[in-house]
């Protein structure tokens, strides 16, 4: 099984703000690899899909990059909205497997 | 408008079975792999279970492998989840989640979640 390891587990953060969210992959995954956001009492949403290609009507201030085993997500300018739960996912393999998640919180 | 709309969920007894549907609309449901997440309480995303677009693909975790069936209607729509000898780690809100293609696995489209409490 391919375990990801995100960090940190919280971030503490002003809006305005850029941010790096990092996911490690146990083994390369390639960039069959993709990033989402939950917000409270919502069901996740797609931000990134194979690493780095953002999901149909996400803003342009989140991006993705990596390939094999690093990966990134990276918020320009922290919006009200962005404070919420994002998680990785790797498809390379089964079973899928997901990041334990990185939590933004408003400081 | 892509929909997808869980049903089925509620209180079970250990042991007990629950079946979950899950209702696509919007697309060609035939077109696109459809699976299963689940989330604990307080905790993170789950897999569970996964199927093709033509339902012949189908992989499960080792945790539910044996006690949960996956199906898929597609002249209805319909993707399904039979769960078995339900124990009480299986409590969760359990999410079905469109994939973009017939055998791509992330998940673009999700459903709102229904909750499975698994408890005497």
């Known amino acids: 099984e391919i375990v990801l390891t995100q960090s940190p587990a919280t971030l503490s953060l002003s809006p305005g703000e850029r941010v790096t969210l990092s996911c490690r992959a146990s083994?390369?995954?390639?960039?069959?690899f993709a990033w989402y956001q939950q917000r409270p009492g919502q069901a996740p949403r797609l931000l990134i899909y194979d690493a780095s290609n953002r999901a149909t009507g996400i803003p342009a201030r989140f991006s993705g990059s990596g390939s094999g085993t690093d990966f990134t997500l990276t918020i320009s300018s922290l919006e009200p909205e962005d404070f919420a739960v994002y998680y990785c996912q790797q498809r390379y393999n089964w079973p899928i497997t997901f990041g334990q998640g990185t939590r933004l919180e408003i400081k | 408008e892509v929909q997808l709309l869980e049903s089925g969920g509620g209180l079970v007894q250990p042991g007990g079975s629950l079946r979950l549907s899950c209702e696509g609309s919007?697309?060609?449901?035939?077109?696109?792999?459809m699976t299963w997440v689940r989330q604990a309480p307080g905790e993170g995303l789950e897999w569970v279970s996964s199927?093709?677009?033509?339902?012949?693909?189908?992989n499960y975790a080792d945790s539910v492998k044996g006690r949960f069936t996956i199906s898929r209607d597609n002249s209805k729509n319909t993707l399904s989840l039979q769960m078995n000898s339900l124990r009480g780690e299986d409590t969760a809100v359990y999410y079905c989640a469109k994939g973009p293609g017939a055998t791509r696995y992330d998940f673009d489209y999700w459903g709102q979640g229904t909750l499975v409490t698994v408890s005497s």
């Open positions: 919007g697309i060609t449901f035939s077109t696109y792999a």
């Open positions: 199927i093709s677009g033509s339902g012949d693909s189908i």
């Open positions: 083994q390369s995954v390639s960039r069959h």
